[in-house]
Every structure is written in C-alpha cells, then in structure tokens.
C-alpha cells in the first residue's frame, strides 16, 4: 500500500436530514490537530532538571480550506445558531475521492464552527477558510456510516461578489465601493471550557459565549478605467467621511453583474458595522491603495434562500 496522498484524507459534515456525511466540497486543504493539554508534575521530590508533564484535558481542532462559496449564506447562518456540527475525518477513493475506505484511523465528535473567513478578490476564485473546535470525546466510525456523494461545485470570480454600503445607519445600502479589488468577510465564535467536577474524563466541553464579525475592503485610491455606467459608487473621500463620523452604518454583500459588477443582485448577507480603520499605502511605482475595515455592529442577517 503506498503512501496516504492529501486529497484522499477528506473531512466530512454529517447532514441530519439525509442522514449520512457529505465531504466539505471543492477542498484543497485540511488539517486535524490533537491536543493533550498538560500540567507540571514536577516538584522539590524529584531529582534533576527534566520536565515531568501530565495531561489534565484532551481538545481538538478541524481546518479546511475550500473554493466552494455557494454555502457562504449557510455557513454563517450555523454560526449564529451557535450550534455543533458533528464532523467525521476519513480515508477516500474513487475517481471524486468522496467514498470512505473506512480507516482504522478514522473518528468523528462534535465541533462548534468557530472561525470562518469567505475570501472574494478581483479576478481569482473566491474561497473559504473553516476552524471548528471540538467540544466533547472523539470517537471510532461505525463501518455502516455512509458518506453521500455530492456533485461538483462551481467556481465563483471574486469580482462578482462586492461590498455595498451607505453613509449611514438608516439608509439602504445601495453604493459599491469604487475601484474595488478585494473583499473578505471574516466571522468568529469565542469559546469557553464548560467542564467542571461532575464532568467525567478527559475531554473539554465547549459553549459559545459571544460572535463577532469584521470585514475588510481594500481598493484603490483613484482608478485608471473609464467607468462608462456611471452607476454611483463610494470613493475614499466618502470612505474619510464616513470615519470621521464614527457611527454605524449599513452594509450589505452581494451578487453582482450588469456594467462595472455595479448592480446589486441576489443578496448574501448584510448588517451594521463601524469603519474602524482606514490604511493608506502608497508604495514608489505601484498603484496608490488603501484598505477599510469595518467592525460589526450587532448580529448579521443571512438573506433567505
């Protein structure tokens, strides 16, 4: 048998209402990290200089890397419920590599999605970056767990993806950013070990005590291109302006088409947030930059499917 390749090592999502696993789509990258967290146990009886560490609890982490966005609105959706997945690593074959081989090694838990980041630059396939954390024991996968097959997802361009806002917290959200280049929304759970006496072995029970979420918009400071549309759109000026006033304002991101990607189509999600940062950049012989940040300002909504 030879060595285990990368794209046959697939980290699965169990789907309730079909009631077997499907594989995280369009993946190029995962990682699974088991951690046994220790104590010293070293004291003034003990002879020498060496370390004598002991566990105290057992936690794990999920990475996944995917060029799949068409779940954007549902994976920010499971974030704000707050709730666990429950996921699954395996060995895969067949020409999709979608079918389990059903590996000694293989193991499911509970994970709660923790971080999530849904990157949309110009002229590249957008993606994600997914970070669960698992709450609770690992445990074997019964051979009988199935994994469903998915069909191929489709790229999305990053240009057709755009930030929309406005100047402030009450009017719609209706102005792209001019000369846009990238955009990426990044979303986080924090968590805390919910584990006390009664709780039996090893393993850390997690609970989510708080969301937050911030988005980042860099585009140029003046663009080259005739903008032959003249569909409105935000400049730096408006952006300065809008800092200097340091107050919320609405914001939305969404499909795009029709002339300069400026017409809003099927909405993703939108919310308020405060442009707490603006940075500047003009690098000798390069294109004069700048990037926004904007903090969010109580929860998103995710647009209905």
């Known amino acids: 048998m030879g060595t285990l390749k990368g794209q046959n090592f697939r980290i699965c999502i169990y789907d309730s209402d079909a009631e077997k696993y499907k594989v995280i789509g369009m ?4 990682s699974v990290t088991l951690t046994n ?3 010293s ?7 020498g200089l060496a370390e004598k560490p002991v566990t105290t609890s057992k936690s794990w982490q999920v990475s996944v890397d995917s060029l799949n966005v068409a779940d954007t609105a549902a994976m920010l959706t499971a974030i704000k419920a707050m709730e666990p997945f429950t996921l699954m690593w395996d060995e895969t074959s067949t020409t999709d590599n979608q079918s389990r081989v059903k590996a000694a090694f293989a193991r499911k838990g509970q994970a709660y999605l923790t971080d999530a980041t849904f990157q949309f630059d110009n002229r ?8 669960f954390s698992g709450t609770g024991a690992l445990s074997t996968v019964a051979s009988s767990e ?15 993806v755009r930030l929309f806002i406005t ?3 009450v009017s719609a959200p209706s102005y792209a950013i001019a000369a846009a280049r990238t955009l990426s929304l990044h979303v986080s759970i924090s968590l805390e070990d919910a584990t006390t006496k009664d709780t039996t072995g090893d393993w850390q029970v997690q609970e989510p005590t708080g969301i937050s979420y911030d988005i980042t918009s860099g585009a140029l400071m003046r663009s080259g291109e005739t903008i032959t549309s003249q569909v409105g759109a935000k400049s730096l000026n408006d952006l300065e302006s809008i800092y200097n006033d340091g107050t919320p304002i609405n914001w939305q991101i969404t499909n795009v088409s029709g002339d300069n990607n400026r017409t809003a189509d099927t909405q993703i999600v939108h919310g308020m947030a405060v442009l707490t940062q603006l940075q500047l950049t003009a690098q000798n012989r390069s294109a004069a930059e700048y990037q926004a940040t904007l903090q969010g300002y109580g929860n998103y909504t995710v647009a209905a499917a």
């Open 146 to 160: 199935a994994v469903e097959v998915i069909s191929a997802g489709s790229y999305t361009k990053g240009q057709f």
């Open 167 to 169: 100047s402030d917290g």
């Open 37 to 39: 967290n220790v104590d």
């Open 27 to 30: 993946a190029t990258n995962c």
């Open 41 to 47: 146990s070293s004291t003034k009886d003990d002879v």
């Open 124 to 131: 590249t396939n957008a993606q994600k970056s997914l970070q």
